[in-house]
């Protein structure tokens, strides 16, 4: 068993359970990072001591901005996950269930593969090569890495595909660039010059899109155009008309492939217009219905197309998303059009025939259909003379109802159906893939859902996952076949929105018990917004009377008056030599000892309480118990008060502020930011030694009034960053003139980012730019 990282477990082990959903996504060999194969090889001994190594792990993570929720619920359940881990037979028999778990685990996430490559393998007796990179995109769906998915794929025989003849001479195009060239001129034209639009270079010579190959009548157009040009005063209606003129002569003038290049791409343009709105006007008809349809061509004619490639791209679109244009049935794809009325009103009125010979032969009258066709009105057959049709109808009205489960069912009858038809395979295809992203969707609203619940943010749940799976994903069941329903989880989590909503309406106003009051609120509900501001305007008070001493055998004791906050963590730090902090430990109680503390004169200790993230200035050893006090007054006092007061660097005649800011570095323990001021419209400033990040806080109506000013904005700069932009940029978002402070921070050994309690003298800026 490898030694144990506590920088590799965080990111190997928590980073995937928290990215899979939680503890129900995981099992106990993995959260103690204890190799499932060596199971019936280590001793109990070994066991227990990496159990312990990641039990005390867990706790220091408890506060970790990334992973607190998660290792706040591996701390309640360690009990019952380390039980069956700590004794040899418990231990051979959770590692037999882990193993079958994890062997169906697998199996859900590869099973989007398995599907892909055993239909490939139909088709092609084999993979064939090219097939690859798309087996891969389905991997990454499913959560596989490129390894996984070509280990999978080393399995099946890979067909090498012929190489492909040599294309043809590729035809002329258009660059991106001026593609984009013209766009913007044609554009900064129109408002130069108010009138009709001007969407082309044909429209800017008065002719339309059918007219592009009459170059004679091109040339005289342009060269009149150019006299006009020349009789305009200089200015910048003069310089558009002459870059447009010179594609004029470019493209259009010369005739030929060029032109042809230049009509692709205004079809391109227009029809990359017209696909959404097509598919939103399908979206509740099935239909493009006869008003839609005129407005949709006057649309693609004010884009520069003529009325008839207009119609046609219509059309074609309508095709493509499965439907038909009302009026016009008979020019969809694979229709084969009527020769006389009465055909006609036979075909449409026929709808009880057979449409599809082999389907009715696969199906005789008596046979069982399939079940999803007796659960919905879609019965297979059509009146449209296409035999897929009325599938890919079925499949987008359960897509639309939030049942993609039922409309995968429908999508593969379509598939069956469509034989050899290229434009009705497209159409399958595109609504297939809908299908199947909402389905990959669910299962990711699924597993977040669960987590969200786990983590009691029922808020979250409800918001972004719940509403999710309820409107869009019904038919979608939790892929724990042990877990919640959704009715179950929604039902549960509103239950605890309002439990939480009607605490909160409660909260007592002594601030001695509104504290409590909070965390039993979010307790229920962890991401309560009230309740969360709530806190943020709650302090907690510092601890008192930190008092050390040594024991005969070097041991240094600890102990300090708790803080008049209930129910708060303590964390005792020592100072060392270089100015910086180390953590002792954390505890619920009132004293700590330190058995690694260095011989010689007792160390320097602080402590600081804290609750639910929140925490208190800290209370030093070689302070009194007045300095404390006055340390933590001066913090801490009357906001408004402080409002009043400048900063050091906005006022430094008063040199009371100054005083104030030291105080208030003092119980952070960090060294100060010093030197602040503004260069090239950049934040500069010296770096403390060893500090490698740092907290900039930012605030329009008065100087922040601490890191923690629930009116500022504040936001987080790493050295690199520095170095790399010369400094720090203010983000426009923030409103000018406003004040600026820079406070130190420190990385802890467990990841905790520990922030200044304040600002030095040196660290407030008031920045106009």
Not at 361 to 387: I, K, L, V
Not at 633 to 640: E, F, I, N, R
Not at 745 to 763: I, N, Q
Request: glycine share 8%; aromatic share 4%; proline share 7%.
């Amino acid at each position: 068993m490898h030694a144990f990282d506590p920088n590799d477990y965080r990111k190997r082990v928590l980073a995937a359970v928290e990215r899979r959903g939680g503890l129900a996504e995981s099992d106990a060999f993995e959260l103690y990072d204890i190799p499932l194969a060596d199971a019936s090889r280590l001793s109990d001994a070994d066991v227990a001591a990496r159990v312990e190594q990641v039990w005390a792990l867990w706790q220091k993570l408890r506060d970790h901005p990334k992973f607190r929720v998660l290792a706040g619920l591996l701390v309640e359940a360690h009990q019952e996950l380390s039980e069956p881990l700590l004794h040899t037979g418990s231990r051979l028999i959770e590692a037999d269930r882990v193993k079958q778990l994890r062997d169906r685990r697998d199996a859900e996430r590869y099973e989007m593969l398995d599907a892909a490559i055993e239909r490939l393998i139909q088709r092609h007796n084999g993979i064939p090569a090219g097939k690859i990179a798309g087996l891969e995109d389905i991997g990454r769906l499913g959560g596989l890495t490129v390894a996984e998915v070509a280990a999978r794929v080393r399995r099946h025989r890979i067909i090498d595909e012929a190489p492909a003849a040599p294309p043809p001479p590729a035809a002329p195009a258009l660059s991106t660039e001026r593609r984009r060239q013209i766009r913007s001129l044609l554009a900064e034209y129109e408002r130069l010059l108010a009138g009709d639009p001007v969407p082309t270079l044909l429209s800017l010579l008065d002719m339309d899109f059918s007219a592009a190959h009459r170059s004679n009548e091109i040339r005289l157009r342009a060269e009149a155009l150019r006299a006009r040009t020349r009789e305009l005063p200089p200015g910048r209606l003069r310089v558009v008309l002459d870059e447009l003129l010179i594609h004029i002569g470019d493209l259009l003038e010369p005739g030929g492939p060029l032109v042809d290049a230049y009509l692709l791409t205004i079809t391109e343009t227009v029809t990359d217009q017209l696909r959404p709105q097509v598919r939103a006007a399908v979206l509740v008809e099935d239909l493009l219905v006869a008003p839609d349809f005129d407005y949709l061509l006057g649309v693609a004619i004010a884009g520069g197309l003529d009325r008839a490639n207009a119609e046609r791209i219509l059309v074609a679109l309508a095709d493509e998303l499965g439907t038909t244009v009302e009026g016009r049935e008979h020019l969809a794809a694979g229709r084969k059009p009527s020769t006389t009325p009465e055909k006609q009103s036979t075909s449409a009125t026929s709808t009880a025939a057979p449409v599809n010979p082999a389907a009715d032969e696969a199906n005789p009258p008596g046979a069982p259909q399939p079940e999803h066709w007796q659960r919905t009105p879609y019965d297979g057959t059509t009146q449209s003379g296409r035999p897929w049709e009325a599938a890919l109808r079925a499949a987008r009205a359960s897509l639309r109802a939030g049942k993609p489960k039922e409309a995968a069912a429908f999508i593969a009858d379509a598939r069956r159906l469509v034989g050899d038809d290229a434009a009705a395979a497209r159409s399958v295809r595109a609504v297939g893939e809908d299908v199947e992203r909402v389905l990959a969707e669910a299962v990711v609203h699924w597993r977040a859902a669960v987590s969200c619940c786990a983590g009691r943010r029922f808020v979250e749940a409800l918001a972004e996952h719940l509403d999710f799976l309820d409107r869009r994903a019904a038919d979608v069941a939790n892929p724990d076949p042990r877990g919640a329903s959704r009715e179950l989880l929604i039902g549960r989590a509103r239950a605890a929105v309002i439990e939480a909503g009607r605490l909160f309406e409660a909260l007592p106003a002594d601030p001695g018990l509104r504290m409590q009051a909070v965390r039993e609120v979010l307790e229920v509900c962890a991401d309560h917004a009230e309740a969360r501001a709530a806190l943020a305007e709650l302090r907690v008070a510092a601890p008192e009377h930190v008092t050390v001493s040594r024991k005969p055998d070097g041991t240094v004791v600890i102990t300090w008056t708790p803080s008049t906050t209930d129910q708060a963590e303590y964390r005792i730090t020592r100072l060392l030599a270089d100015g910086s902090w180390r953590v002792v430990g954390r505890t619920r109680g009132v004293a700590m000892e330190d058995g690694g503390a260095p011989a010689g004169p007792v160390p320097v200790y602080g402590v600081v309480a804290s609750i639910s993230g929140r925490a208190s200035d800290m209370t030093r050893s070689d302070r009194t118990a007045a300095t404390t006090g006055s340390a933590s007054t001066a913090q801490h006092g009357d906001p408004a008060a402080r409002r009043n007061t400048p900063g050091p660097a906005e006022n430094s005649a008063t040199g009371s502020t100054g005083a104030a800011a030291d105080t208030a570095r003092e119980p952070s323990g960090l060294p100060t930011v010093r030197g602040l001021a503004e260069r090239n419209g950049l934040l500069v400033f010296q770096w403390p030694t060893g500090v490698t990040e740092v907290m900039v806080v930012a605030r329009a109506d008065a100087p922040p009034d601490d890191p923690d000013d629930p009116q500022a904005q504040r936001w987080k700069v790493t050295n690199m960053r520095y170095e790399i932009e010369g400094g720090v940029r203010i983000p426009a978002e923030i409103p000018r003139p406003c004040h600026v402070a820079v406070a130190s921070c420190r990385r802890e050994p467990s990841g905790t980012l520990t922030v200044a309690a304040g600002f030095g003298a040196a660290a407030r800026l008031r920045w106009v730019r």
